[in-house]
């Protein structure tokens, strides 16, 4: 008898190049739920947000931040 492992991969097999491609794409997201990660994030956004509500590091322009990574790259 199959395993669910042989019958999905069955399945999956049967479905177009794009179809399977996106599928790939759902398993591998899986791989990177990193709940911890998500949590840090969250943190670091909301601390940066902080910092510009609270003026203590002002927003910049797009092309102003673009131009100094570009600087900062050479």
Known sequence: ???????????????TASER????QLLLES???DESLDVAWLEEVERREAQADSGERPLLPLADALMQARAALK
């Open 1 to 15: 008898m199959d395993t669910p492992l042989e019958k999905l991969a069955s399945a999956a097999l049967k479905l």
């Open 21 to 24: 491609a996106a599928f790939a």
């Open 31 to 33: 791989l990177d739920a």
